[in-house]
């Protein structure tokens, strides 16, 4: 395989992070758009894993009442999170249906031109249709991933929860402590 060797030089560099700083701040909207509205999904759920994890930093001062309380709250924020999350999917269904019927209404309008001349012209003014299917689609996945992690979280607290319990058995069954 042939390699390929790119002459970089200072006023080639320039124009690269030039174009690398104009494309992070045009991302920033779109990047703050996404994280609101993941955020005003799973923001409680945020919460909860962000105090686990400050518990988890010394899993010997860990109660039995705090495992207990977060093996309970944890499914219920799941639940109300997944009924959510099912309406980001349908949001992002629709955006797919809305980006494809501008896409086919600008195509169809177009007289003339080749297949793809009227495809890049429909793609360009369906633009916009594709950004928000697109946030929508990251938001979705966000939030799917954030509610697996918590899943798995719960089940890292069942087992320490189990440990903690068996811990207790063997201290009150041991006649020497």
Not at 47 to 73: E, G, H, S, W
Request: some cysteine; glycine content about 2%.
């Amino acid at each position: 395989m042939a390699r390929i060797r790119i002459d970089v030089t200072e006023e080639s560099s320039k124009t690269t992070q030039d174009l690398v700083d104009k494309f992070e701040l045009s991302m920033q909207d779109t990047e703050n758009v996404v994280n609101y509205l993941c955020n005003e999904q799973t923001k409680e759920l945020d919460d909860c894993l962000q105090a686990v994890r400050t518990l988890l930093k010394n899993p010997d001062d860990i109660t039995i009442d705090q495992l207990n309380y977060y093996l309970m709250y944890i499914p219920i924020l799941l639940y109300d999170i997944s009924q959510r999350v099912q309406v980001l999917g349908v949001k992002s269904s629709m955006a797919k249906i809305e980006r494809k019927t501008k896409f086919n209404e600008v195509y169809m309008n177009l007289k003339k031109g080749t297949v793809s001349h009227k495809t890049a012209i429909s793609q360009n003014q369906s633009i916009d249709e594709q950004l928000i299917e697109d946030i929508y689609n990251r938001v979705y996945k966000t939030c799917e991933d954030k509610m697996e992690m918590a899943d798995l979280l719960h089940s890292s607290l069942k087992k320490v929860h189990n440990s903690k319990i068996d811990e207790i058995g063997i201290t009150n069954n041991n006649p020497f402590s």
